[in-house]
């Protein structure tokens, strides 16, 4: 069974940093995409990075490009997203996802998700 767990999350304020990690376990995901992606408060679910397994390929939502950097650790089988200059409108609940059939950055393509961890900037 595919396990996809988030931990890094807290509160910061504005200005601050924080890493997000995800573990992926049950498969390994050496060739496919991992995806971050966030929900606020009243909004919809909406992607903010992605990162294939194999060549390392990054992309980003444009809100995020500079301040945001995804990596991974193929030997921990692992996703980190690196938070810089956190402003307020980046507080979400931020979701770790897997192997999407389709797009890298549509919602309802990937596969397999983990349970989010809450992410909050004071201003």
């Known amino acids: 069974q595919v396990q996809l767990v988030e931990s890094g999350g807290g509160l910061v304020q504005a200005g601050g940093s924080l890493r997000l990690s995800c573990a992926a376990s049950?498969?390994?995901?050496?060739?496919?995409?991992m995806g971050w992606f966030r929900q606020a408060p009243g909004k919809e679910r909406e992607f903010v990075a992605a990162?294939?397994?194999?060549?390392?390929?990054?992309y980003y939502t444009s809100s995020v490009k500079g301040r945001f950097t995804i990596s991974r650790d193929n030997a921990k089988n692992t996703v980190y997203l690196q938070m810089n200059s956190l402003k307020p409108e980046d507080t979400a609940v931020y979701y770790c996802?897997?192997?999407?059939?389709?797009?890298?950055?549509?919602?309802?393509?990937?596969?397999?998700w983990g349970q989010g961890t809450q992410v909050t900037v004071s201003s």
């Open positions: 996802a897997a192997d999407p059939q389709g797009s890298y950055n549509r919602l309802y393509d990937y596969n397999y």
């Open positions: 990162i294939t397994w194999s060549s390392g390929n990054t």
């Open positions: 049950g498969r390994t995901f050496s060739t496919s995409t």
